[in-house]
Nanobody, 114 residues
Framework: VQLQASGGGLVQAGGSLRLACTRSGTPFPIDFAGWFRRAPGKERELVANIRGPMPTNYADSVKGRFTISRDNTKGTVYLQMNNLKPDDTAVYSC?????????WGQGTQVTVSS
């Protein structure tokens, strides 16, 4: 089982990016998933998570700007990031629980220029 994170890049402040976290190597659905980020010199922090029909959760710093969603037919969890700020610059990574096990995807760099 693998998770592939993609969609990072360089964007100007106020711009948007959509990250995708896609599972492969298993037919089973993603039960629970989260996006995390680690900025230079800082601890890793939870950005958003999604679990079945439960309400999604967001870090206060991204509420109203980021949206986590899922497409079960594609085995993918998305993170739509709007109105990006330089403080959002970080390596973003995803994790997911599939059949009771937690998997991590590799990070994708998001850089927001002022």
């Amino acid at each position: 089982v693998q998770l592939q994170a993609s969609g990072g890049g360089l964007v100007q402040a106020g711009g948007s990016l959509r990250l995708a976290c896609t599972r492969s190597g298993t037919p089973f659905p993603i039960d629970f998933a989260g996006w995390f980020r680690r900025a230079p010199g800082k601890e890793r922090e939870l950005v958003a998570n999604i679990r079945g029909p439960m309400p999604t959760n967001y870090a206060d710093s991204v509420k109203g700007r980021f949206t986590i969603s899922r497409d079960n037919t594609k085995g993918t969890v998305y993170l739509q990031m709007n109105n990006l700020k330089p403080d959002d610059t970080a390596v973003y990574s995803c994790n997911a629980r599939i059949k009771g096990r937690i998997y991590w995807g590799q990070g994708t760099q998001v850089t927001v220029s002022s």
